[in-house]
T-cell receptor
Framework: GAGVSQTPSNKVTEKGKYVELRCDPI?????LYWYRQSLGQGPEFLIY????????DSGLPNDRFFAVRPEGSVSTLKIQRTERGDSAVYLC????????????FGPGTRLTVL | DQQVKQNSPSLSVQEGRISILNCDYT??????FLWYKKYPAEGPTFLIS?????DKNEDGRFTVFLNKSAKHLSLHIVPSQPGDSAVYFC???????????FGKGTKLSVKP
């Protein structure tokens, strides 16, 4: 079946602009996660959803970052007033539920802020 | 402060030999551990996991060992194959949390 998909695969923007990154999870997966991976680092947790609600957003670095999942499926990560330090690969993952369920990752969106 | 540490950035192994990747953690609340494999331009792929109630889990060529007293786990790949060349991430979670905490990864190169 189809895996987790993310669009766009690459996004180049200018400092100060607004960007939206999209994630389509595996059908039927109720939990959805966003991570950010900088060069030479492992994925770093940002936020996760159980259904439509954000169950834990403690990883969001500041209030420029926001994510939604209005119908409990597709999710959008929104970044306002982008900064050069936001440049990274943004990974989305989904799982059947939280806890001991394997998380399936998408290929990521590479964001470059000039 | 890194809660999950992979102290070897890279490892090179000959095809057919054993690869041993190591991971240390500091948070005693972690009770579930996973290994992911990542190829360039792809997302991480789940390999194998282990619960803190076990000390070993095996799946084909992959075995994960957990030493809770030392807060250490390792991934053994035997025999290693060139297709195993990738970056391997160790990850951990607490029962009450949904997110994973990842190490920085170890780049494994298996030479023919």
């Amino acid at each position: 079946g189809a895996g987790v998909s993310q669009t766009p695969s690459n996004k180049v923007t200018e400092k100060g602009k607004y960007v939206e990154l999209r994630c389509d999870p595996i059908s039927g997966h109720t939990a959805l996660y966003w991570y950010r991976q900088s060069l030479g680092q492992g994925p770093e947790f940002l936020i996760y959803f159980q259904g439509t609600g954000a169950a834990d957003d403690s990883g969001l670095p500041n209030d420029r970052f926001f994510a939604v999942r209005p119908e409990g499926s597709v999710s959008t990560l929104k970044i306002q007033r982008t900064e050069r330090g936001d440049s990274a690969v943004y990974l989305c993952a989904s799982s059947l539920g939280t806890g001991r369920n394997e998380q399936f990752f998408g290929p990521g969106t590479r964001l470059t802020v000039l | 402060d890194q809660q999950v540490k992979q102290n070897s950035p890279s490892l090179s192994v000959q095809e057919g030999r054993i690869s041993i990747l190591n991971c240390d953690y500091t948070n005693s609340m972690f009770d579930y551990f996973l290994w992911y494999k990542k190829y360039p331009a792809e997302g991480p792929t789940f390999l194998i996991s282990i619960s803190s109630i076990k000390d070993k889990n095996e799946d084909g060529r992959f075995t994960v060992f957990l030493n809770k007293s030392a807060k250490h786990l390792s991934l053994h790949i035997v025999p290693s194959q060139p297709g195993d060349s990738a970056v391997y991430f160790c990850a951990a979670s607490e029962r009450s949390q949904g997110n994973l905490i990842f190490g920085k990864g170890t780049k494994l190169s298996v030479k023919p």
